[in-house]
Nanobody
Framework: QVQLVESGGGLVQAGGSLRLSCAAS????????MGWFRQAPGKEREFVAA????????KYADSVKGRFTISRDNAKNTVYLQMNSLKPEDTAVYYC???????????????????WGQGTQVTVSS
């Protein structure tokens, strides 16, 4: 089992920045790809960013490319999402996800991940 706890969400004005953190506990050595997803009211959960086990490979949704940066610190069992130039359309609950099944790809679908955090709210005002 892997437990994931997100933090760092909040209310920010458009153009501002936030840094989300996802602290993992439990079978952290088995964690493979880590990802961030988000879900706005009335919408499906969507991919935001993902990072490989070593941190050398990252992938981003087109809507956040150039503004968001995903990183991980395996020594601290923590994944981060630095969000800059935030827009009102970035408003959503942000979820951290972990995959422990073997993979050689950085994955972007919700079904690809095995464990999820409880989410943290990000609200961007215009």
């Amino acid at each position: 089992q892997v437990q994931l706890v997100e933090s760092g969400g909040g209310l920010v004005q458009a153009g501002g920045s936030l840094r989300l953190s996802c602290a993992a506990s439990g079978r952290t050595l088995s964690m493979n790809v880590m990802g961030w997803f988000r879900q706005a009211p009335g919408k499906e959960r969507e991919f935001v960013a993902a990072i490989s086990r070593s941190g050398s490979i990252t992938k981003y949704a087109d809507s956040v490319k150039g503004r968001f940066t995903i990183s991980r610190d395996n020594a601290k069992n923590t994944v981060y999402l630095q969000m800059n130039s935030l827009k009102p359309e970035d408003t959503a609950v942000y979820y951290c996800a972990a995959r422990i099944r073997p993979t050689i790809a950085v994955l972007t679908t919700t079904l690809s991940y095995d464990y999820w955090g409880q989410g943290t709210q990000v609200t961007v005002s215009s």
